[in-house]
């Protein structure tokens, strides 16, 4: 059975930081690429990042570019998400999601790749 757990949400400042964590159980971590996505109340899930398995390769939406930083330890079998200069707008339920095919060449943002999830941590950004 696969497992992940987020860790790292809170209440922040805008222009402030914090670092999510995801430890993921039961599949071989190594070969899959992850994601993460977020919603806000009365809002879709959306993409925020992905990356690859082996974590040479990412992508981001245009929304997070050049503030949020997604990164994984697969010694660990565990993903980060590093988040700066936040802002209001960022604040969501953050998830974390494991891709359901091994060794893929590029990580998807369509949350229908992705086949397990975690339960979400909350993130507050106050203005």
């Known amino acids: 059975q696969v497992h992940l757990v987020e860790s790292g949400g809170g209440l922040v400042q805008a222009g402030g930081s914090l670092r999510l964590s995801c430890a993921v159980s039961?599949?071989?971590?190594?070969?899959?690429?992850m994601g993460w996505f977020r919603q806000a109340p009365e809002k879709e899930r959306d993409f925020v990042a992905a990356?690859?398995?082996?974590?040479?390769?990412?992508r981001y939406a245009e929304s997070v570019k050049g503030r949020f930083t997604i990164s994984r330890d697969n010694a660990k079998n565990t993903v980060y998400l590093q988040m700066n200069s936040l802002k209001p707008e960022d604040t969501a339920v953050y998830y974390c999601?494991?891709?359901?095919?091994?060794?893929?060449?590029?990580?998807?943002?369509?949350?229908?790749?992705?086949?397990?999830w975690g339960q979400g941590t909350q993130v507050t950004v106050s203005s």
């Open positions: 999601a494991v891709d359901d095919i091994e060794w893929a060449g590029r990580a998807s943002d369509s949350a229908s790749r992705y086949d397990y």
């Open positions: 039961g599949r071989t971590f190594s070969r899959h690429a």
């Open positions: 990356i690859t398995w082996s974590g040479e390769s990412a």
